[in-house]
């Protein structure tokens, strides 16, 4: 009984908890970036995150801190996996622009060192930087989704489309133009997959041009910026889930006991392949798992997840070596240094003397040791006193830029891990202590579960530096191996006996080498693992899925799949690739609604009489539809029919989803509003329809009753 309890318990905090997250991700933006500015998502693969119009995603930049509510708002976005709620690894991101003696043209005062702080922790729109552009390009149209005839799907929130370019090289091109008050216009595209092998990261490409300060009367002021250098600043976070269900250390999730390092800083040092950045969860000094059973950040309690079985970070694609040498140069960055997350952000202001040591931080060049290689073995919460722990820098630069003059720069920012899959077993294993440990690879066992425990989590780093590998490549080739098509749409139909799915496929099915479709479904939420329920390939392709499987009073979500043949896979050749499960997967529940009646008798009108005034008492004030006509334990396959008192036709319905329930709103086949009155429901059998469990026939086509009911309004 008590573990009854604790189920519900915590299936209520959950219920809740998502419900305040649908009701926030609505609401209006607030301060932590001042002034206007507009959001979008990239949400087509397992990697969401917010963007802003300003040019660089602050802490708090989206809604705000508002009061204590909203203090577990402070990891927000680089979700991964998109469906899990509270998987979100971004605390802030920084990016300051900095030169030297400079003069500025309008007002005439002088900085020996000039620093726009876009970030980390602040910006200001309006004022420090001016959004110009902004807007959202997908190759083609995402997948309509719709259970019980209602959209159900994230992306008709998180996919805001403004064009439609089928020659673009990716699924998703957001596209942001924004001025800063140093001259600077910042231009960056970035790109988002729905391919599953690059899926897990986004491709920035930014352009930074000195296009000079315009003036209230609009004249514009150009002159030559000297030692410019572009600074961006990543402060991310681990174990988020863990820490909002209370399984975690307190602070864990806002980076206070992050790790960070970073590779490639001297391409004259023997393996150099990439210069990237990188950051995971360091284990935590309150963990009661000691040092190395915390690393991975195991649910201790319960033993249900890994909450830091992941690592993030940015890799360098590109940045020129200067404005007349557009090619590739691999000293940049010029700085990698880690920061003090909140001592070293800084007040976002003008100030000479703040400016001068934001400078310092940009062209601090590369520490002796890096911040994972400094803290060592010791516990990441304790190290150096920041209270906010530590996060990573890129300075690219010096640069000499005359007006006119651009530089750019292309980054690539994932994230990987293990599947969810694989984090439930390796867990599972080490909370239950079922030894012997099968370490990765499967060529060899330990029976130290913290060995085997934090073999799966260091593993975490080469697939990692494989999605570092990929968007390389991808940057390099372009978008060459594209996904099948998505279904067109996609649409779940509760029933009585059955959940029917539908989709059509007219493009996938044109695909040159497609080879069917993968239908999956999990049970009671959408943020799980889905098991396959059926399958077709092209030799027997179908458009419809009757799933007669469902249990009553369970939820039920899915998501379909697009499958071609293997041909064109180049990363594990002849393994089909699939369309994006997030394209079509369902964030609103499908269920048994009431079975059949079992007889024409049993049919009930509700309310009857209904009267418009007492509408909240005759369906309850918590109904989602109150001004309506039900129609209860109806044949499973009728018409029903409605009538005036007089005779008149009005309204035909037709019921086929075998359930005993119809609902009419009271409007008429032309769509008026009915009046005040008494009406007639005639009911037809359109079907023979046996007992699901007998098989003795219920109901033979052709057989009809007839019920009367008072409208009052």
Same mark, same amino acid.
């Given at each position: ?111 020996? *060192? ?268 304790? *190290? ?297 429901? *005639? ?31």
């Amino acid at each position: 009984m008590l573990e009854n309890k604790k189920y519900i318990y915590h299936y209520l905090f959950l219920v809740l908890l998502s419900l305040a997250f649908i009701f926030l991700e609505t609401q209006p933006v607030q301060a932590q970036t001042y002034g206007k500015h507009d959001i979008k998502w990239l949400s087509v693969g397992s990697l969401r995150h917010w963007f802003s119009s300003t040019g660089v995603e602050v802490e708090y930049g989206r809604r705000g801190r508002v009061g204590d509510f909203l203090a577990t708002d402070q990891n927000d976005g680089l979700r991964w996996p998109a469906e899990f709620q509270l998987r979100d690894h971004s605390v802030g991101k920084g990016l300051w622009i900095g030169t030297t003696e400079y003069t500025n043209p309008v007002t005439g005062n002088f900085s020996a *060192y000039e620093v726009v702080p876009l970030g980390r922790d602040i910006v200001y729109s309006g004022n420090h930087v001016f959004p110009q552009e902004f807007y959202l390009i997908a190759r083609e149209p995402r997948t309509r989704v719709y259970v019980d005839n209602a959209g159900a799907s994230d992306l008709d929130v998180f996919d805001e489309i403004d064009e439609i370019d089928p020659n673009i090289d990716c699924d998703r091109l957001l596209y942001n133009v924004a001025h800063t008050d140093i001259g600077i216009t910042i231009k960056r595209k970035i790109k988002a997959y729905s391919h599953p092998d690059h899926d897990n990261y986004y491709i920035y490409e930014y352009v930074f041009t000195n296009t000079g300060i315009r003036d209230d009367a609009g004249t514009t002021y150009s002159q030559t910026l000297t030692d410019v250098v572009f600074f961006f600043q990543y402060r991310y976070g681990f174990a988020y889930d863990l820490f909002q269900l209370g399984k975690g250390c307190t602070g864990v999730s806002w980076g206070l006991n992050t790790l960070n390092d970073v590779v490639g800083q001297d391409p004259n040092a023997p393996g150099f392949e990439f210069r990237a950045i990188f950051a995971w969860y360091g284990s935590h000094s309150e963990s009661d798992a000691g040092y190395l059973g915390d690393i991975g950040a195991p649910d201790t309690k319960e033993g249900q997840l890994l909450g830091g079985a992941d690592y993030a970070g940015t890799v360098v694609i590109h940045a020129d070596r200067s404005v007349s040498d557009k090619s590739d140069d691999v000293y940049q960055p010029s700085t990698t240094n880690f920061m003090g997350s909140d001592r070293d952000a800084q007040k976002c202001t003008r100030d000479k003397t703040i400016m001068a040591n934001k400078y310092g931080y940009m062209t601090f060049g590369h520490p002796l040791k890096n911040h994972a290689e400094d803290v060592g073995t010791s516990f990441a919460d304790k *190290y150096g006193g920041d209270p906010g722990g530590y996060s990573y820098s890129q300075g690219f630069g010096p640069y000499t830029m005359a007006p006119g003059d651009s530089i750019r720069i292309v980054l690539a920012e994932g994230i990987d891990g293990l599947s969810r899959e694989k984090n439930k077993e390796v867990i599972y294993n080490w909370f239950n202590q079922n030894s012997p440990y099968t370490m990765p690879g499967g060529s060899s066992t330990t029976d130290d579960r913290n060995e085997y425990k934090n073999a799966y989590v260091n593993s975490c780093k080469d697939s990692l530096f494989q999605t570092f590998r990929r968007a390389i490549d991808m940057h390099e080739n372009g978008y060459v191996v594209k996904p099948p098509p998505a279904p067109e749409e996609f649409a779940i139909t509760s029933g009585g006996n059955k959940i029917s799915i539908t989709w059509t496929g007219v493009n996938a099915e044109k695909w040159s080498n497609f080879n069917g479709y993968r239908l999956y479904r999990a049970i009671d939420r959408p943020d799980t693992t889905y098991e396959l329920i059926f399958s077709c390939d092209k030799n027997n392709v179908v458009n419809s899925y009757d799933d007669k499987t469902p249990r009553r009073g369970f939820n039920y979500y899915y998501y379909i799949q697009t499958v071609d043949d293997g041909s064109t896979n180049d990363i594990n050749p002849g393994v089909p690739l699939t369309s994006s499960k997030y394209l079509t997967m369902t964030n609103q529940p499908a269920r048994l609604t009431r079975p059949p009646g079992k007889s024409l008798s049993e049919i009930r009108v509700v309310p009857n009489p209904y009267n418009i005034r007492a509408m909240n008492l005759q369906f309850g004030s918590g109904a989602d539809v109150k001004d309506q006509i039900a129609f209860y334990n109806i044949p499973a396959y009728c018409k029903i029919r409605i009538f005036t008192e007089r005779g008149d036709l009005i309204r035909t319905l037709e019921h086929t989803d075998e359930s005993g329930d119809e609902h009419w709103n009271m409007l008429t086949d032309s769509r008026q509003v009915v009046v005040s009155g008494l009406y007639i429901a *005639y009911f037809e059998v359109t079907q023979d329809y046996p007992d699901p469990e007998t098989g003795i026939l219920l109901y033979k086509k052709g057989e009809n009753t007839i019920k009367k009911f008072v409208i009052i309004r």
